[in-house]
């Protein structure tokens, strides 16, 4: 598809155990940003990259959330020791190089900790 | 600190009657003014923009009014349709980087026939 995909679609998890979501951008597009939208709230920024590295994790709630993207194209969200507090859709996003773009979201990874 | 309040929560709007939802921003650095839709199981998507050297921009049956003194602005759909049904959400950014976007808590908008 020509879309921003991300797996998995849902992920149940127990507490305490270690998750990973994928995202796979569009073709083409060098900015991918991770979001994180909880039940009847917008999303709300976690991560940005340019390229390879992560321009700015300033919304990553703690430490044990951790993105990386080694090749430039796909980007996976590490959440360690999940907690019930995590469960989330989880919306990555890309857009072309340059400013005042439109992101394009994916329909997320629903994340329920249990 | 919630930095864009968005009202209303829901609403519920007749086909063919106009649908309104207010926003509010503190932040006088934001400069970009987008307004996201998304459906159940859906990302959001991109729907119309405004920045705020204009007071207004229409496209099709959506509008923005944009008021930069008070720092508000609203979103307007007229003859609403039941295809229209979703949730909205205002948001606001700083150009001239990236897209790190701050929305709002969103307005689930049902148009009933």
């Known amino acids: 598809g020509a879309g921003v995909s991300q797996t998995p679609s849902n992920k149940v998890t127990e507490k305490g155990k270690y998750v990973e979501l994928r995202c796979d951008p569009i073709?083409?597009?060098?900015?991918l940003y991770w979001y994180r939208q909880s039940l009847g709230q917008g999303p709300e920024f976690l991560s940005y990259?340019?390229?390879?590295?992560?321009?700015?994790d300033s919304g990553l709630p703690n430490d044990r959330f951790f993105a990386v993207r080694p090749e430039g194209s796909v980007s996976t969200l590490k959440i360690q020791r999940t907690e019930r507090g995590d469960s989330a859709v989880y919306l990555c996003?890309?857009?072309?190089?340059?400013?005042?773009?439109?992101?394009?979201f994916g329909e997320g990874s629903w994340l329920t900790v249990v | 600190q919630q930095q864009v309040k968005q009202s209303p929560q829901s609403l519920i709007v007749q086909k063919g009657g106009i649908s309104i939802i207010n926003c509010a921003y503190e932040?006088?650095?934001?400069?970009?003014f987008p307004w996201y839709q998304q459906f159940p199981g859906k990302g959001p998507a991109l729907l119309i923009a405004?920045?705020?050297?204009?007071s207004e921009k229409k496209e099709g049956r959506f509008t923005i009014s944009f008021n930069k003194s008070a720092k508000q602005f609203s979103l307007h759909i007229m003859d609403s349709q039941p295809g229209d049904s979703a949730t909205y959400f205002c948001?606001?950014?700083?150009?001239?980087?990236?897209?790190?976007?701050?929305f709002g808590t969103g307005t689930k908008l049902q148009v009933i026939p």
């Open positions: 990259f340019q390229g390879t590295g992560a321009a700015d």
């Open positions: 073709s083409g597009h060098t900015a």
């Open positions: 932040n006088t650095a934001f400069d970009y």
């Open positions: 405004i920045r705020p050297d204009v």
């Open positions: 948001a606001a950014t700083r150009t001239g980087g990236y897209q790190k976007v701050t």
């Open positions: 996003a890309s857009s072309p190089q340059g400013a005042g773009n439109t992101i394009y």
